[in-house]
């Protein structure tokens, strides 16, 4: 709210409000009981609403009601998701806190949800944006929480993931686009048989669409008798509806709290490409870029001998004879294939005359 700016959510609708003026941009329904007390949550972040004009950047939040009639209000509460929430200088989550332990467990923990604030969390791996890959991660099954694997991840609006939803024990597309509400078009038509307290691993392919190589196909496993091989199963979505949702972006991991509060412990990601069509980050001439096993939750920067820093934990860097940066490399590679996100160039006079990003890198 800011003078007679203001963006109002009633339990159907959201209006904007400029000079005196009401305007309602969106809408829906559901079933309200009388004297039934009932709940709602609404998420603010930079930039302009859905659908209404960039007037309100900032101001104080409350509570409101539009009828002169008697209503009750109880348990406010405000919560600041400024964020992102780090986990060290490699993942951040952009909802709720993110630890490794690297301690006893050497895992990354995504953490708990009070009893009245459920929320989905993406937690994001910073050095690694693309379009089609392999990703290969493992996840310690529990009662209550959907833990899955983040294909593409632009901003806490315009986000797309494979889960294992423990409400039913399929597996799940789900996503968010253009800050709109959550989505899940697809599922898996089996059940997968987990056992609660047991770890698994989960597969992610993202690779040519089989009749356009120039769309892509959304593959996602689990390897249910942990067995470490993927032979004997049987890919629980393959899906190629979902081209516009993760042609690119970072990508990640997924703790769906959906109803539940619990914790959820992840482990041993392996993001990358797959260089010979077998589905797999295992051969030589595959590129692993993202080989995370938490061990620890320290970042370990190196320089040389000039000084300049050639490894944030995140990025390579190199340099040039007068020590100019030139590339910007993946930090993991197996074999000699490295990805390769930036390079530079310059003339005689020292001046930056070319910047080369990748399509499949990040700016930095």
């Known amino acids: 709210m ?33 004297g039934v007390a009932f709940g709602i949550e609404a998420e603010a972040r930079s930039g302009a609403a859905h659908g209404c004009a960039a007037t309100v950047p900032a101001g104080q939040v409350g509570l409101w009601c539009s009828h002169a009639s008697a209503n009750a209000f109880d348990n406010f509460k405000v919560r600041d998701l400024v964020g992102p929430y780090e986990a060290d200088g ?3 989550s952009d909802k709720a806190e993110v630890q490794i332990d690297d301690s006893n467990n050497n895992l990354l923990r995504s953490s708990s949800a009070t009893s009245t604030e459920y929320y989905d969390t993406c937690i994001v791996r910073r050095g690694f944006r ?13 009662p209550g929480p959907s833990p899955g694997f983040l294909v593409r991840w632009v901003n806490p609006g315009d986000w797309l993931a494979v889960i294992v939803k423990a409400a039913d024990s399929k597996a799940w597309v789900y996503k968010r686009v253009n800050d709109g509400i959550l989505q899940s078009p697809l599922s898996s038509g089996s059940t997968v048989s987990l056992t609660n307290g047991n770890w698994y691993t989960g597969k992610v392919v993202v690779g040519d669409d089989l009749g356009n190589s120039a769309l892509q196909r959304l593959r996602f496993w689990i390897d249910t008798d942990d067995d470490g091989t993927w032979s004997d199963e049987t890919a629980l979505l393959d899906t190629t509806t979902v081209d516009d949702d993760c042609s690119a972006g970072h990508a990640g991991l997924f703790h769906g709290h959906i109803a539940s509060t619990a914790a959820q412990d992840f482990d041993d990601v392996k993001i990358g490409y797959d260089n010979n069509a077998d589905l797999d980050l295992d051969d030589g001439g595959d590129s692993l870029v993202i080989n995370d096993d938490f061990a620890s939750n320290a970042t370990t920067l190196s320089y040389d001998d000039n000084g300049s820093l050639t490894d944030d934990g995140i990025f390579k860097f190199a340099y040039d004879a007068w020590n100019r940066l030139v590339a910007v490399k993946s930090r993991y590679s197996s074999g000699t294939t490295q990805t390769t996100f930036a390079t530079y160039a310059y003339d005689g006079a020292n001046r930056r005359t070319s910047k080369l990003v990748q399509n499949n890198g990040v700016e930095v």
């Open 2 to 34: 800011r003078n007679s700016e203001l963006l109002l959510i009633d339990c159907r609708a959201l209006y904007q409000v400029s000079s005196g003026t009401w305007t309602q941009k969106s809408s829906g329904s559901f079933t309200i009981t009388n």
């Open 90 to 92: 490699r993942w951040f």
């Open 130 to 142: 693309a379009g089609k890959y392999v990703a290969t991660f493992r996840f310690k099954w529990a």
